[in-house]
């Protein structure tokens, strides 16, 4: 029974932890009383009952043919265990034998006659493990011998690592400093905005950020990956904050401003922006500002609006909206006025606040993409990942060794996520060569297809129709392949008792075949 247990324990503790979001990345399994508590509602367990009945068996026998989940199980009782050594309860913070063996409900003795046969041998394949798989660890345990020998694992990988009430007090310096969720902040780009922390920490964490700062400025950029909202003050108080899960998109038609409210499937509110002088209010539901009375916007590189950010790249087209404010602006810059508001143009040597100084290494490069508010992309249409350098990368889990120039994405129907070690995942959607897929075309740019430019779609605003058929799908030696001219091809298809070859790789072509 006890095996059992474990499995279904390392394996929660695999889903939770070592995720695709985390390959690449350092990973810092946080198991507290919080952790076992939530795991126990999720398996319909007593805590109590579930720790008992993990010591009821004292003999879990390993070999190479065991489970990792049986493994990652061990690995979380072990730092279950570490992570109550802070609370004395009339042992040292010290003492961890006594901390195991207490959540067990075991004796010493069977303890030590455990971790003598089988403890080396849990934690070497846990490290062999996360290295096979792409899972950093910032503080291996060096094996010693003699006093601790076997207590040492926990110990070191527990002493550094910050507990989930240090990270939730420390999210509280998110939402001081106008953080929200989901963000694409890179780790550099938060700190430059948190700064060194200084209220609201446990005595724990304080120790912690103290003797190894960069050490937790990692687990901190990790915890905020995957920030939820969730934070405590410093009288324990747990509250959550608002997803800032809406995109807010800026317009002009004609002489008039639009600002569109939208979620991640389409347009919940619009607001004119003149005559409208309280924006405040008409965004608070929606929205959490970043910087007091200011939104910045970016130019959309494939339609003619802005989307709202929190930083502008040096060449980037942007536009801020001054709520409810005169301050923070040049009057040779307003755009428009709206009362008390404005919306004013930007340039990094005017505005350097508002720009970033890191360059990120990659950027996402042409595509048939067929929504405004989306990241769809038509399939064998999708964009080129354009890397300053080598570097691996992951899709949907799996990694691919990325080389500096255009690399091809292979993603087929569906959502799939690309991972670059150090920020946010991308979300992309690819959907099939189906015409009831495809957004009003008279809402939408027209496409060109570029083959000097690594054969990709590109926007065009000047041809005002699809231009250039001969989009080839690439193959693994870079090259691409196809039958007969593509001229050929197209008048083939035109005939309608000329049916498209199989594996035609040119979208343009198959489209024809839809619509017939």
Not at 88 to 106: S, V
Not at 273 to 288: D, G, R, S, V
Not at 388 to 407: A, E, H, M
Request: aromatic fraction near 12%; charge should be neutral; glycine fraction near 6%.
């Amino acid at each position: 029974m006890t095996a059992r247990l474990l499995y279904n324990l390392g394996d929660y503790v695999r889903k939770y932890f070592f995720t695709d979001e985390k390959k690449g990345e350092y990973v810092y399994p946080i198991i507290d009383s919080s952790f076992i508590n939530q795991y126990c509602h999720y398996a319909g367990l007593e805590k109590s009952n579930f720790l008992l009945s993990l010591g009821h068996d004292k003999a879990v026998f390993l070999t190479d043919d065991s489970p990792i989940e049986v493994v990652l199980g061990i690995i979380a009782i072990q730092l279950y265990a570490a992570s109550k050594m802070e609370n004395a309860d009339g042992f040292t913070a010290a003492n961890y034998r006594q901390r195991i063996c207490e959540c067990l409900g075991i004796d010493t003795s069977d303890w030590q006659n455990w971790v003598k046969d089988n403890q080396d041998y849990v934690w070497s394949r846990y490290y062999a493990w996360c290295e096979d798989e792409s899972f950093l660890i910032d503080n291996p345990c060096r094996s010693r011998e003699g006093k601790d020998r076997y207590v040492q694992y926990p110990k070191v990988h527990s002493a550094q690592v910050l507990n989930r009430e240090d990270l939730k007090r420390f999210a509280a310096e998110f939402i001081a400093k106008g953080i929200v969720p989901n963000e694409d902040l890179s780790q550099d780009e938060l700190w430059n905005i948190l700064g060194f922390p200084s209220n609201n920490l446990t005595n724990r964490a304080r120790r912690i950020i103290e003797s190894s700062w960069g050490s937790a400025k990692k687990q901190i950029f990790q915890y905020y990956l995957s920030w939820d909202g969730e934070y405590s003050d410093a009288r324990k108080a747990t509250k959550r904050a608002e997803k800032s899960s809406c995109i807010l998109r800026l317009s002009q038609e004609e002489d008039e401003w639009i600002l569109d409210i939208c979620n991640e499937i389409q347009r919940v509110k619009q607001i004119p922006l003149f005559p409208l002088t309280n924006i405040l209010n008409e965004l608070k539901p929606y929205y959490t500002f970043k910087r007091p009375n200011t939104i910045l916007f970016e130019k959309d590189p494939l339609y003619e609006d802005y989307t709202e950010t929190r930083y502008l790249n040096e060449n980037d087209e942007g536009i801020a909206l001054f709520v409810n404010t005169s301050k923070g602006f040049h009057e040779q810059d307003v755009i428009q006025r709206f009362g008390m508001n404005a919306l004013v143009k930007l340039n990094p040597k005017r505005y350097p606040q508002f720009y970033t100084t890191e360059k990120r290494p990659y950027r996402l490069y042409g595509g048939l993409r067929i929504s405004r508010d989306m990241p769809n992309y038509l399939l064998d249409a999708p964009p080129i990942l354009d890397l300053d350098k080598d570097l691996r990368f992951y899709i949907d889990d799996k990694p691919y060794q990325g080389l500096s120039g255009y690399n091809r994405l292979p993603l087929g129907i569906g959502v799939h996520k690309i991972k670059i070690p150090g920020y946010k995942s991308i979300g992309i959607h690819i959907v099939d060569h189906d015409i009831k897929d495809f957004a009003p075309w008279n809402d939408n740019p027209r496409w060109l297809v570029d083959n000097k430019k690594a054969r990709v779609w590109d926007v065009d605003f000047q041809q005002g129709q699809i231009v250039g058929l001969d989009y080839h799908a690439y193959s693994s030696n870079g090259t691409a392949s196809s039958t007969g001219s593509v001229l050929y091809r197209w008048c083939k298809a035109q005939q309608s008792n000329k049916a498209i070859q199989t594996g035609e790789p040119n979208v343009a072509i198959r489209m024809l075949n839809i619509q017939k």
